[in-house]
């Protein structure tokens, strides 16, 4: 690839030797000669000869863009064959009633329980086991290992990564000689849009379901208890954890290991720092940290105190 | 489904009319004309007109219970069918000297490792792997993609959902030039009635046994570390982490996100609140929470103290 | 198997009945008559009367050694087969292109995709998922469920538990009317003699690799996100999460649950303490704890501060 390709893609101006090829894509400090590099700062030092970045930098070559990290998106997908492979494995196990259009993918030792409708251009990966009558929409990518439960409705574009587990039990109990189990009726509604990791577990409504707002994405090892109801373009970092029957807000970001308490309400454009505990409701707008989580600027005041003359 | 045939499982009384039936059942707040819903209180508010409550509610029909989350309880385990339906899938392999009574269920792809032992009634998930001289009780159900490795002896009527490795070597190294890993010939016991959620992680004792005590319930993403020792009926909510060789006493409360030191003695009716740190031995019939625990009223007054004047 | 033997094998001295045969081995507190244990202090009480331990003990019999660890480490070994029956299963699945040495094992329902190296003596487990163009070295152990995706390059004598996915897409987005995520062209490097846990997750770079260092180990349930860099002999302890583009020098030790920024740098011969946050970068040869981490001694301090009088 040459830059005046590279240049087309990301939408930016050539500087510099316009017919250099580029080598490796690497980042600032571990490209060497030949290889292109994203400097959000253009003052940011590297070996990369071929530079993505907001302005000229002397000695090099390169495209100036308004905002690298973009143009390192829209680099990234060209290079990115996302397309699948259409057909049916032989080794897949395929139930009765399925709804399977031509367009899609089932990976080898995937199961897919009676009457599952997919979607078209939708891969199901190798040793998916997907639930009778789970319904899953248009091109989405389930990953390998992954777990559908019956009750699951998912919408398009949905992509969910491996070893995930969707629409298990949740953990509520019955006193009574010792705990019994409430069996769990509801499902789990994964809006379009939806990315989520993997070992991810997200469990089924006890009765209504537990949903994922349209566009929000799920880091791995994160927790999803039942009925929660997480609104649209949400941000869920590595880990978090969030309590049964907790309704959290649009655009809302909870950075890693956050844990939410149970039957909560979460409002819109709140952020969470990492490592917090939110044990009350909180409003929109605001932003928290802390165990238990309090106003962010209220929590930095207090550890500055704590620590003051303490080091 | 009638109000009357509903009042009958819930063991509760009819009130409104008898003859209503019923929709949908789902939460107060998400509940329709026609739906039925509980109230754990009579005066919440509800579209739905068939209620089971603790008291007759003007202008809707229901059922009369003094406690709704049993009733609830029973309901839904009398619309859920719990019974597996008995067969060995042709595509699942089983070893040599495998005891397998005729009620068992294997899916397809599961393996079952030579001289494994299984209880009547069990069902074995698809894609799960059972490892040679594993014995499992009867009425078990172990959910797709489960790892369940040797030196493993599952109880009766034991539950443990998807995804799920039990019996991995612990993570005990010495130092030699680096690290290397101790080799672990212990065991994990679950006794009878047990319930694990989906992707946790139980590591097999170094020597002796890791043992998980009868009736005890493990949520999602919870990690114990060789040689826990956890006794009856104890409580372990999502991402909660033991580490090796800690003992806890019957009737504990783990809440989200805890963690526990290793080599440490947990009393019996123990609660340790969300996101809390044991980091020492606790009594019994105490709450604990803190990084690091302490009594939770101590802990209380402390941040209390902290945020004075700091909102 | 009798003293004597156990004897050679740890290389101490006997002393007591030397022709003994041992019964079980057990942890000193649940160790009965016959058997053997290991004691670190040779006054630690024990109904065993075949001690492993550092002086000779009145009335029982065994072997003085001078680290009683490292003998167990020994014996366990010792007692355990690690070779692997090679063979390829009849019911796995091998790509085009896939160089595949005699001595290897690949166990049923493994998927090998095209043009994949896989080293003398490694073993694929059941059920796993090893992506087109990987590279696995010598005598590794990939167990059952494991998910390796393409761009994985995987060292010497690696062990991989149990469901555990490395090199899926990491979790970086640009925001353009709802996030999308930027897709992932880098790798996982995992060097020689690294042992990492069950449902654990490595995403791959986004541009350049994801490292781990040569004889590090990582416990379960640990997320290591995109560009993470680790060094050498570092220990990860359950439930640890790394987010994006952070470097751990060598010999770090990460106790359980604890949570390291984004773009942070943290130097050789770190501890830092269970559950603790690092939001800043932080210098060689000290020890962390607290939210967000300080140095250990000042938190130690400042929190005996907060308690003074509040018990």
Redesign the interface.
Known sequence: MKITEVALVVKGTVFGKKSSRIGK???PE?ANKGDL??LYDPGQNTNADIVITTARVKGKSGVVVQDP??A??RL??H??N?RIKPGISL?S?IGKGVVLPRQCRI???A?IGNNVKIGKGTCI???C?IDAGVVIGRGCRI???S?I?SSTKIGDYV?I???T?IG??G?G??R?K????????GGVIIND?V?I?????I?R????DTVIG??T?I???V?I?H?VKIG??C?L???V?I?G?TKIGDNVMLC??V?V?DHLQIGDNVVVY??S?V?KSVPSNKEYS???A??HR?VL???A???KN??
């Open positions: 894509i690497l980042p571990e590099t994203f990290k973009r390192m998106y990234l997908k290079l990115t996302t080794r196990l990976e080898p030792f199961i990966g190798s040793h086991y990953h390998t290992h777990t439960l992509e990564h491996a070893n587990v298990e039990q953990f109990f019955i009574s010792g705990y019994k189990r409430i069996k769990h009726i849009l990315e990791g993997a070992n991810v577990t469990d409504g006890t009765i209504g349209k566009g994405k880091d791995n090892l927790q208890a009925n649209r373009d941000i970092m590595g880990q954890g309590a029957s890693g290991q844990g308490s990492a490592k505990a044990l802390g165990i238990p309090r106003e209220t005041r207090a550890i105190r704590l620590y303490a080091d």
